[in-house]
């Protein structure tokens, strides 16, 4: 049934009445505002379309018509891009670890090769990343066969001694340490086409935690984000009473410059040694092309239990067993490039778990002995009440994080949103040059807040500097009084650590931290690990560290389980009466699921191993139950030749000593005590460091050869040798800046609004104007007057066009006024 | 009725305004770029006499580090720093390069490139105009010249390539390109680079 009802009449076509102009006037006056939209729209779009093809034209041109610069003589500087001929260091690295595992503690000697590709000699500057928690305690310079064997001198005098020893033209190197995971090391007198290779030695105590011993060594480093004022405004606002300067070794800022040219960041208020701390970084695909920059590894697992897994989270390694339960494990392939974290996990065979581990030896300049404990709480049965939580989560979208980095953030994030409770509260606080709050204060993890939440997040991006401060500080202050007591409050770190001013943020974290947990979670191929652990632990949280997207779950999962388990807390551990102790950590923390108790100690009065040693208790409290364990001093075996956990003493120490100037040290320097105070410990680092023969702040290692090797004739040229970009990471130091203010745009935007809206305010005047224009312009029928006109009109008349070639009479009778 | 009222009145006032609003900020941003070069040079000015940092108004988060002179053109003052608030005010020194001058009273080789970006539209607007072989200079906070020449210039895609400062002395203009683009943001950028010549070699004219 598809015909209408009422079929349409036919009509005669000559009684057909055709539309006359006024008619479509009447008829499209309504609808003229769409037109106009429509026509500007058209217009705007043709015009932004031609502009555009024009840009991109010139832009290719340019492109490749001018890339003529290699021939001009500064190919080396111009192209640090992917072509050709880009920076050639002078100096290439090769780098070999060989670690060997015996109890807690690895021993770590890397032997880092200098070839000199140039034709002048050379002093190689490079910043070499270590472990947070390294004791380094030896270097030697290797040429061919001979060793020169680094001493221990205080951190000026080596520094002299060297700069000496460069100036004669002896072969000299140097080994400073900037940060406690970041060292300066410098070798001077390379001769052309040498190669002299820097063995670095150091102690590592092992992680443990949740059943798993893990080892990590950093391979190099995320560029470090430098805050405050540059250059000699520095000195000028020191003087301001408002911003105190860090309390970073109390060092050379000025006449440093002469003997570390290479540093990329110029020292500012905030950060007095920038300098140092901000290597030439580059992208590892350029070095990797030079064969520069590679490192191989082998460790030696001899820890004498039987191991049920090993495995290495950014590297593909290989492990062979022998007899006594050791392992060998190398690289895959030989060697890897340096650009991520090296990470060893190995887990023991749960028949073999040991429950404590305790390890002493003898002194060998005195009788005391050192003493170093591992010991695991008893796991907590059955399921205990969930605390409602308040948990600020605060994620870094500094520029630093750009790449994976950010991606890995957000994933962790999301789970960790996904993991909230309706009775929990949470906010979310984002930073990179400035800090934002998803809310002013925390809120209910409902559905709808959280959802909200995860929109917000998936919408971050990564650009920007790092003023952590700030954002700390907003975060430790957000969790609001009234409620202390009820909720768990906690504060979730996001970040890569990239900071120079590491020392003013654990300050602010010691002072505002309250009743809040901080816990850090480490993104990156390349982490500031001293931030991550130190930041922590004067939180009084816990630490993990993500490096590659597929960790998120599982390292996530780690946290979740920390942050929602109860706590070992009143931890003591008594030892027998007579027995004089000195251990560290001083203070035992709080413990979370799966850590274990730690204890480095020198014990004097009394020897171990004997009969009469009596017992070691250790006591605490898990979920409201006390709990004991004693372990039995009189059958421990003293190892008499090692002089490794006097080290890890040592460097415990220096740490705690460290530590408790940072907790004094913006007072240093106000009152005279304080100053006497800040000298007497750093007096007290100085004497450990020198007795014990280890790197600290005040000390640093120096070896120089008798005789010398370059004539005074020849020049020396320092060259830095740069860092690898982390795996994954953009050089964000070296990106373009923006630069167009856009001011064409804007002026042409307006051009076209003034016109469209002129256009449309004096419409009526214009369409006369047109109308009139078109009159003129088109023959009206109705006024012919000229045969011409008649047959014009004619032709362009709307019936003609219409059902094509029509009688003239026919247009005679129908249209009036075509006849006079 | 509304709707005539609509399309007839207030459509029109409307775009009128915004168009007189685009209008007003983008001549904003030029006569604050002029401006600022003026307060700014006046600041160099005193800074050259006082040999202290001088900020050229008491707010300011950047102070002038340098004076540039491109070829023949009226000299720019230098900032420090690239953040947007400092390349509205004038060509700002990125703060991963450095000064030529300022390693050098430490008596040692360290040296960078210096870079030195601006906008394209206002004040880098005469970086076009650079060719291979003309001169630039940059004057230090002592007021000593140091005189550089133009080696080439290049047209980059910062999505894909850094910025290349490296430990050789030369000095770096950047600016967006194309020049006459309508559309900020970009990814192209134009390059110049210039080699430094030494004191001795230039010809006064």
């Given at each position: 049934m598809n015909r209408p009802l009422f079929p349409s009449p036919r009509i005669e076509r000559d009684l057909l009445i055709l539309p006359t102009s006024e008619y479509y006037r009447r008829r499209y006056r309504k609808s003229r505002v769409g037109s106009w939209l429509l026509f500007t729209v058209t217009t705007l779009a043709v015009l932004l379309a031609a502009v555009g093809a024009r840009a991109e034209d010139a832009s290719q041109a340019l492109a490749y018509e001018q890339v003529a610069l290699e021939d001009a003589g500064s190919g080396d500087l111009l192209?640090?891009?992917?072509?050709?001929?880009?920076?050639?260091?002078?100096l290439h690295l090769s780098t070999a670890v060989d670690m060997r595992v015996r109890g807690l503690v690895a021993e770590v000697q890397i032997a880092q090769t200098f070839t000199n590709t140039s034709n002048h000699w050379r002093e190689a500057v490079y910043v070499l990343p270590l472990p947070e928690n390294a004791a380094v305690r030896g270097m030697e310079i290797v040429i061919g066969e001979r060793r020169i064997v680094g001493k221990v001198r205080e951190r000026e005098e080596a520094k002299k001694v060297y700069t000496e020893a460069r100036a004669a033209g002896k072969r000299a190197a140097l080994l400073e340490q900037q940060r406690p995971n970041m060292f300066t090391s410098r070798v001077a007198n390379?001769?052309?086409g040498e190669k002299i290779a820097v063995e670095v030695r150091y102690l590592q105590t092992l992680k443990f935690d949740r059943d798993q011993f893990s080892l990590r060594l950093p391979s190099t480093l995320t560029p470090r984000y430098i805050p405050g004022v540059q250059g000699e405004l520095s000195q000028e606002s020191a003087q301001e009473p408002v911003q105190e300067p860090v309390?970073?070794?109390?060092?050379?800022?000025?006449?440093e410059l002469a003997l570390n040219p290479h540093g990329w960041s110029l020292p500012t208020d905030?950060?007095?040694?920038a300098q140092h701390i901000t290597p030439f970084m580059m992208p590892m695909a350029e070095l990797a092309s030079r064969g520069s920059h590679q490192m191989s590894i082998h460790v030696d697992?001899?820890?004498g239990l039987p191991l049920a897994d090993i495995y290495s989270p950014y590297h593909e390694v290989d492990f062979r067993r022998q007899d006594g339960n050791r392992y060998q494990v190398q690289l895959k392939g030989g060697s890897a490039p340096m650009d991520r974290d090296f990470v060893l996990h190995w887990r023991p065979q749960m028949s073999s778990m040991p429950s404590a581990a305790l390890f002493a030896e003898q002194s060998q300049g005195d009788s005391a002995q050192y003493l170093q404990l591992l010991l695991l709480p008893p796991r907590e049965s059955g399921a205990t009440r969930r605390l409602p939580r308040e948990v600020v989560y605060v994620v870094d979208t500094s520029?630093?994080?750009?790449?994976n980095s950010i991606r890995q953030a957000k994933e962790s994030l999301l789970l960790a949103l996904s993991r909230l409770d309706a009775q929990d509260r949470f906010n979310i606080i984002e930073f990179n040059s400035h800090h934002r709050s998803f809310y002013p204060r925390p809120v209910t993890a409902s559905q709808e807040n959280i959802h909200r939440a995860r929109d917000w997040v998936e919408s971050l991006s990564a650009t920007g500097g790092t003023e952590m401060a700030p954002a700390l500080k907003e975060a430790l202050s957000?969790?609001?009084?009234?409620q202390a007591g009820e909720l768990v409050r906690q504060v979730v770190f996001i970040t890569d650590?990239?900071?120079?001013?590491e020392r003013a943020l654990f300050e602010i974290i010691q002072q505002r931290l309250g009743q809040v947990r901080l816990f850090t979670v480490g993104i990156g191929s390349a982490p500031n690990s001293h931030f991550m652990t130190k930041a922590a632990q004067i939180g009084r949280g816990s630490a993990v560290h993500i490096g590659?997207?597929?960790e998120v779950q599982v390292q996530m999962g780690r946290l979740f389980e920390k942050l929602e388990n109860p706590l070992v807390t009143d931890l003591r551990v008594d030892f027998p009466r007579g027995i004089k102790l000195e251990g560290y950590p001083k203070q035992l923390p709080d413990l979370y699921l799966g850590e274990p108790v730690r204890l480095v100690a020198r014990i004097e009065g009394q020897p171990l191993?004997?009969?009469?040693s009596g017992e070691l208790v250790v006591s605490g409290r898990l979920a409201g139950k006390r709990f004991s364990r004693s372990i039995s001093l009189s059958q421990l075996a003293v190892d008499q030749q090692g002089d490794e956990i006097g080290s890890v003493w040592a460097r415990a120490k220096i740490a705690a000593l460290r530590d408790m100037q940072r907790q004094r040290g913006p007072l240093a320097g106000t009152t005279g005590e304080g100053e006497r105070v800040e000298g007497s410990l750093k007096q007290q680092i100085l004497t450990l460091a020198l007795r014990y023969q280890l790197a600290s702040p005040y000390t640093s290692f120096v070896a120089v050869e008798e005789?010398?090797?370059?004539?005074?004739v020849e020049t020396l040229k320092s060259s830095s040798v740069p860092n690898a970009?982390?795996?994954?990471?953009?050089?964000?130091?070296f990106t373009y800046p923006s630069t167009a203010a856009g001011v064409y745009g804007q002026f042409f935007t307006a051009l076209l609004l003034l016109l469209c809206g002129w256009g449309l305010r004096a419409r009526a005047a214009i369409v006369r104007s047109v109308r009139a224009l078109l009159y003129g312009l088109v023959p009206d029928v109705r006024r012919c007057q000229t045969r011409l006109e008649h047959f014009l009109a004619r032709r362009l008349s709307p019936a003609t066009i219409k059902s094509g070639e029509l009688p003239p009479h026919v247009i005679g009778t129908r249209i009036p006024g075509v006849q006079k | 009725m509304n709707r005539t009222w609509l399309s007839k009145r207030l459509l029109p006032l409307l775009l009128i305004a915004a168009g007189v609003w685009q209008l007003a900020s983008a001549s904003w941003i030029l006569v604050k770029a002029e401006l600022s070069q003026y307060l700014i040079s006046r600041a160099w000015e005193r800074q050259l006499h006082a040999g202290e940092i001088q900020k050229?108004?008491?707010?300011?988060d950047t102070w002038p580090v340098a004076r540039l002179k491109l070829d023949q053109q009226k000299p720019l003052v230098v900032l420090q720093g690239i953040t947007g608030e400092a390349l509205a005010f004038g060509p700002g020194l990125h703060e991963a390069s450095a000064l030529?001058?300022?390693?050098e009273h430490a008596g040692n080789t360290s040296v960078r490139t210096t870079v030195i970006a601006a906008h394209r539209d206002t004040h880098?607007?005469?970086?076009?105009k650079l060719q291979a072989g003309m001169g630039v200079q940059l004057q230090a906070r002592d007021g000593r010249w140091q005189h550089y020449r133009v080696l080439g210039t290049k047209v980059v895609d910062s999505t894909r390539e850094t910025l290349p400062i490296s430990d050789r002395p030369g000095l770096l203009l950047v600016t967006c390109y194309p020049?006459?683009?309508?559309?900020?943001?970009?990814?192209l950028r134009y390059l110049v680079y210039a080699e430094p010549v030494p004191d001795a070699a230039v010809i006064q004219l």
């Open positions: 192209l640090v891009g992917r072509e050709a001929g880009a920076f050639e260091p002078a390379i001769a052309p309390q970073e070794p109390v060092q050379e800022p000025v006449q905030q950060v007095p040694d697992l001899g820890m520029g630093s994080m750009g790449g957000q969790q609001l009084d009234e650590g990239a900071v120079g001013n590659d997207l597929g191993g004997v009969p009469s005789a010398p090797v370059r004539s005074q970009v982390a795996s994954g990471q953009n050089l964000q130091r | 050229p108004w008491p707010w300011a030529p001058f300022a390693q880098f607007r005469g970086l076009e020049f006459g683009s309508l559309e900020a943001g970009g990814p």
